[in-house]
């Protein structure tokens, strides 16, 4: 994976398989955790999760709104959040 950079614009879920019943978010890379997890912030500088999450994926803004404009049927369907980023890169 491409090395993150504070401030870039990510995708990151609670668990690698991307599960959309667990916690994931869209936001901006801010550091690691003590424990090698990534640290995700909102555009305020607030953590989405205080543990961090272990897998993240750099998008663009345009994924990025795909994603939020299609936030509850991918949190009530059971494809991977990952499934879900793969298709909005293509379009």
Do not use: C
């Not at 504070?6 to 690691?32: L, R, W």
């Not at 998008?59 to 369907?77: D, L, M, R, T």
């Amino acid at each position: 994976m491409e090395e993150l950079k504070k401030g870039d614009y990510v995708i990151a879920t609670k668990y690698e398989d991307g599960d959309p019943k667990d916690h994931f978010a869209v936001g901006f890379f801010d550091s690691m955790t003590w424990h090698n997890r990534y640290n995700i912030v909102n555009s305020a500088g607030e953590l989405f999760r205080h543990n961090g999450f272990r897998k993240v994926k750099k998008i663009s803004q345009e994924v990025g709104a795909k994603i939020v404009s299609h936030i509850k049927n991918i949190e009530q369907s059971d494809r991977s959040v990952w499934d879900w980023v793969s298709e909005f890169e293509k379009i």
